[in-house]
DNA sequence: GATCTATGTAGAT
DNA sequence: TCTACCTAGATCG
């Protein structure tokens, strides 16, 4: 689930649902129990997100901040919250909705300027306004690290998964060992504009999909069936299949303990 | 029902 | 480089 479209449709909802409210805030578990209090029954004034970052600001030195790891999940509902169920580490109950936080990575709640390091240690955001590409291809042309892993730093650029780090590359042809001061700033700007195109589809119907119509798999004269993680997408997992665009069998390596997934035809540079 | 795997990161070694 | 985290969906039997 937690690619940056994730944790930036998750806020977009807390906002909607929760924001300029009293919040009840607890810990059913108990982990996180004494910070929920110092925040319990305020006004929540805004959730964001940056990158795979969530934050919930309620005051000044009071902001809760949640990382879902890899298997952190928000569940929500409209109405009186259920009896809490398993390892329940945040409970936010607003006027009409209650969400409950299992299993992430990070939940905790930071002075301003706390929030402050984690952010300026994040790279260029896609998904925001404020967001500057050029930064981004600073730090990858400083490199001589792939570019495969380059994507996947959060200080490079914030918010890419390993979904979006394969079909990026993919769409663009290019392969994951590419040394990272090969990128150029023509590749670089349709890489970024690519970027912010997909991950904003993906923040709007809340799946990754990166199959679209200029890519269609004529080969294959169908469109790729959907894939476990719910969206339809090239490479991502689909290692010993046929590429859908050129049928060579796509490839995978495990790189900096994480697996790589691509064509080694499409993606031959 | 048991087992496997994962869209991620922090902290230990 | 390794392990913990400890959820949930897919797959196995």
């Not at 030195?61 to 009186?80: K, M, N, P, R």
């Not at 329940?88 to 929030?115: A, F, K």
């Not at 590419?178 to 589809?201: F, I, K, N, Y």
């Not at 004529?218 to 894939?227: E, I, L, S």
Request: proline residues 7%; glycine residues 10%.
């Amino acid at each position: 689930m937690p690619e940056g479209h994730t944790l930036h449709r998750l806020a977009r909802l807390h906002q909607r649902r929760f924001a300029r409210r009293p919040v009840s805030v607890t810990s059913p578990q108990g982990r996180f129990t004494a910070s929920a209090a110092l925040v319990d029954g305020q006004v929540l004034q805004r959730a964001e997100a940056h990158g795979k970052h969530l934050f919930h600001r309620y005051g000044r030195d009071a902001t809760v901040h949640v990382h879902l790891g890899l298997i952190g999940t928000f569940s929500e509902g409209d109405g009186e919250p259920p009896a809490p169920v398993g390892q329940v580490r945040m409970r936010m109950v607003g006027e009409d909705h209650w969400t409950d936080l299992r299993g992430p990575t990070l939940c905790q709640l930071l002075t301003d300027v706390e929030v402050a390091a984690i952010r300026t240690r994040l790279g260029p955001d896609p998904l925001r306004r404020d967001a500057d590409p050029a930064k981004a291809l600073t730090r990858i042309n400083r490199s001589g690290q792939p570019v495969a892993a380059l994507l996947m730093d959060q200080s490079v650029v914030a918010g890419i998964g390993n979904v979006y780090r394969a079909e990026l590359l993919f769409r663009h042809h290019v392969p994951p060992l590419l040394p990272g001061r090969a990128v150029d700033a023509e590749l670089w700007s349709a890489m970024w504009t690519d970027l912010v195109t997909l991950m904003r589809h993906g923040v709007r119907v809340g799946r990754i999909d990166t199959v679209r119509g200029e890519h269609l798999p004529r080969a294959m004269g169908r469109m790729p069936r959907q894939d476990r993680h719910g969206g339809e997408v090239y490479v991502y997992r689909r290692a010993g299949l046929p590429c859908h665009v050129c049928g060579t069998e796509v490839l995978t390596q495990v790189l900096a303990g994480r697996n790589l997934f691509w064509c080694p035809t499409c993606q031959s540079g």
